[in-house]
């Protein structure tokens, strides 16, 4: 009897579950969230943004951002109609040309020079090289269709001493429906379990591989 409760039971969930995909009444499907990473100058635009009051409804404090909701709340502010400064206005119309596309790559090169070997904040787990070094790095995001999305990013490393390498940084793939997502690859999460069985929190965590 117990056997066949269990059954009628777990029945009734997988029921309920092909419902959601498959039903009449279910919502077209899209992806979820794409989260915005390393472009650190759209987070200055949209902290400037709330900071000016310009995007009431954007959830500011709950980061990283993804990019349906970044797009939504630009989408939805009329930029030549509003009592702000042009100053906001130029942000938000620069934030929403910068958003709006479902592909985007970019790479960078930077020079720098450190009087020791460090790592910086939010670097990722990066060395900054002693001495001359260079970093070279690539980034991209897409979304095919709308219930899938991909972005990643590489990046290497030359220091005058010998101190070089590469590393394939946070990159992930993930498929999505309405009501439920899966997503794999390289994950960043700034917190871990200490020596002591306490939590370490951190500004700089590497990504690792994760689902």
Not at 34 to 41: F, P, Q
Not at 47 to 64: C, E, H
Request: charged content about 20%; proline content about 6%; some cysteine.
């Amino acid at each position: 009897m117990g056997g066949s409760l269990r059954g009628a039971r777990f029945l009734a969930v997988l029921l309920t579950v092909l419902s959601v995909f498959t039903g009449p009444a279910a919502s077209p499907s899209c992806a979820a969230e794409l989260y915005l990473d390393d472009e650190r100058e759209i987070y200055l635009a949209l902290d400037k943004l709330n900071g000016m009051g310009v995007l009431p409804g954007f959830l500011a404090n709950t980061r990283p951002y993804d990019m349906r909701a970044v797009r939504a709340a630009v989408r939805n502010t009329p930029w030549s109609g509003l009592n702000v400064s042009e100053s906001a206005a130029s942000f938000g119309r620069w934030v929403a040309f910068q958003a709006e596309p479902s592909a985007m790559a970019r790479g960078t090169v930077s020079l720098s020079y450190s009087g020791d070997r460090t790592v910086e904040e939010n670097a990722g787990g990066i060395p900054t090289p002693e001495g001359y070094s260079a970093k070279i790095s690539a980034f991209g995001r897409y979304e095919p269709l709308s219930w899938l999305s991909v972005g990643g990013k590489a990046l290497t490393w030359f220091g005058e001493r010998g101190d070089r390498g590469s590393r394939l940084a946070e990159t992930t793939i993930e498929i999505g429906h309405k009501y439920i997502s899966l997503q794999g690859g390289k994950i960043t999460t700034w917190y871990g379990p200490g020596r002591g069985g306490g939590l370490i929190y951190t500004n700089n965590a590497q990504p690792y591989p994760g689902v």
